[in-house]
């Protein structure tokens, strides 16, 4: 059964002139679809973090798989391309929408190195699909799962965004340094990221450093250091952090006391967790639900 995503689509942000970011997370069991305009005038990439997403064009007649860690960037100069996808059960996305002209400010000095930049190639059609290097994961992780209603967000996100076209359309003698020698074994980044899921599904009990360090079986050290690489922040602040907008989607949904979010997200007395949401968000959990 395919249902509207909108409930699933978590930001739709105007980066910039000419420039969206997407941020796309199906929390159902089933699959859902999402779907937006977009005129000729776009470069379109789309970056699948976990899960698998399907682009579906001609009504749905023809699909492209988009698996987890693979990306696809599209761009046909003739006709518009509207997006449509399929987002199989917890897949995550992030999407780019460029107008071509803002794309070009990007490379005036290197257009050479990507083809359909150049005068020839202006008005024919682009494909193409590749694999993401451990860099390019780190970053998408740091743009999906930096914290909401930051005064700082929009700053940060534009820097994250930049930083990964740049690291997507890196070309060097050697493609196979990463910044973070720790990152460039993919099963290490695997590893972190398994971390990441065992926090989400303990989250009302999560283990302790030393336990999650063995569930995954990687050093304290490599777990402390390559947790805060690729997402950006220590172990349990991007718990605390994931806890806090889970609470504050369950609130906004009003089908919920305060006392019952709080034993959701694993606080043992609602005092605990009204202080932990306010010094998150500025507000008490009352205080937002009577806001919305």
Known sequence: MIKSIDK???ADNHVEEGFFLLKLHNREK???RFNRSVDKSF??????LSGKAKLLFNGGNY?????????????????????????????????????????????SQEAGLIHFLSGENMNKKC?????????EIMVLNQIFHYGLHSSLEKLYTKGKVYELISLYFHKSDNEGAQNCPFLEDEVNVEKIQKAKSI???????????????????LSLAHLKEGFKHIYGETVY???????MEFARRL??????????????VGYSTPSHFIAAFKKKYGVTPKRYMSSL
Not at 87 to 106: C, G, Y
Not at 127 to 135: A, H, S, V
């Open 8 to 10: 699933s689509l978590l």
């Open 30 to 32: 089933s699959n859902e």
């Open 43 to 48: 470069i379109q990439l789309h970056f699948c």
């Open 63 to 107: 699909a492209l798989d988009v698996p987890e860690n693979k990306s696809f960037l599209l761009y046909n100069p003739q006709q518009d391309l509207p997006i449509d996808i399929s987002l199989e059960a917890d897949s995550k996305m992030i999407i780019l929408l460029i107008a071509i002209e803002k794309f070009h400010t990007f490379f």
């Open 127 to 135: 494909y193409r699909d590749k694999e993401l290097n451990p860099n």
């Open 199 to 217: 926090l989400i599904e303990r989250m009302t009990e999560p283990p302790s450093l030393s336990e999650l360090s063995d569930m995954i079986n």
């Open 237 to 243: 602040a991007y718990l605390l952090n994931y806890k």
């Open 251 to 264: 609130l906004a949904t009003k089908k919920y006391n305060i006392a019952e979010v709080s034993f959701e």
